[in-house]
């Protein structure tokens, strides 16, 4: 959401770390989790995800499936 602030990715604090190595951390292989730590207000929220194709080719092959 707009707003939140992502402080963790997979157990590592992320506030000064460069955008190459956060990259890395949301990188893995598709179907797997990784779990972030996002501040949202005053809330923490611990949050996995599965990391899925993302861009212009994962976009263009959702609106296709929409399609059909």
């Known amino acids: 959401r707009e707003g939140d602030l992502v402080k963790m990715?997979?157990?590592v604090h992320v506030d000064d770390i460069d955008k190459?190595?956060?990259q890395s951390l949301l990188r893995g292989p598709l179907k797997t989790?990784?779990?972030l730590t996002v501040v949202?207000?005053?809330e923490v929220l611990y949050l996995t995800i599965e990391?899925?194709?993302f861009g212009p080719a994962a976009q263009k092959k959702q609106r296709?499936?929409?399609v059909e």
């Open 9 to 11: 990715v997979a157990g």
């Open 20 to 22: 190459k190595r956060l």
């Open 51 to 53: 990391r899925t194709p």
């Open 40 to 42: 949202r207000g005053t």
């Open 33 to 35: 989790t990784v779990t």
């Open 64 to 66: 296709h499936e929409a």
